[in-house]
């Protein structure tokens, strides 16, 4: 499972590194977020630089970003399978991990174009497919509290954090000497390996048509797409197959604190033909209850 996913992660540009299992204890120190306990320090250590064993992949993955940014090398994505050790309750706990970074941009600059950064989309579409191909198929998504992150996302399963992701704050990648944005992952490898069923399941390709329904939604800033989706798939579990944002826009004339989210819905019946009344009833109950839930106006 460990060579299927690097072979997915070679396969999107991710280069594997191998990091240094000891660091320095100023890392934890200054972003206790990362610490999953107290160090685990060295008696006979070399350097001061060298002192504990790591409690996060975070700084070792930074320093080999540094490295290469260096040397003029800017765009990057790299991975990491490594594990972390700490201190807790005062026994000795280590646990795997999977971390991926990435930074500068999107795609090498070429004649069809290029140049555009890296976001928090292509690392979380990333984390999805790993996800995904783990089997890891029901999680809740919601933004993470984490202090070393400007902002991301946690992964749960049963309510337990799996994976959390998102953009490192300036002052934790400027400790590793980094300057440029870096998104960052990181996976409990151990969990998801427990997660993991060899059991494969076939279905029939449903032989009866989706259908696609648009609406423009102008919503309060404060509201995120999460909630938008989680009413649809409360409202309406049989039908709807997947809803995805596919415009955002701000403006003068929708207010201040005012946003539109362009959504569409994929409706589908396995085991008839949907009618337009059926189609209009379920867009109409969707319509009503953003309306009242959300306090959304319609946008025609």
Known sequence: LQAKTTNLLAAKGFHETMTNSLTRPAYARQFPSVAGGEDVEILNYLSEDLMVMRQTLIFSGLEVLAY????RQKDLKTFEFGKVYFRKDGKYVEKKRLALFMTGSRHTESWLGGGQPVAFHDLAAVVQQIMHRMQVKAYDGTETDLAHFAYGLSYR??????AVLGLLKPAVTKAAEVK???F?????WEYLLKQYSPKVVFAEIPRFPEVRRDLSLVIDKSLTFREIK??????ERKLLKAVNVFDVYEGENLGADKK????SFTLQDETQTLTDAVIDKTMQRLIQLYEKELGAVIRK
């Open 68 to 71: 290469n940014i260096n040397r």
């Open 157 to 162: 399963v049963n309510k337990r954090e799996v």
């Open 180 to 182: 440029t944005p870096v």
């Open 184 to 188: 960052y992952a990181d996976l409990d």
């Open 230 to 235: 989680a009413l649809a798939e409360r409202a």
């Open 260 to 263: 539109s989210y362009s959504v």
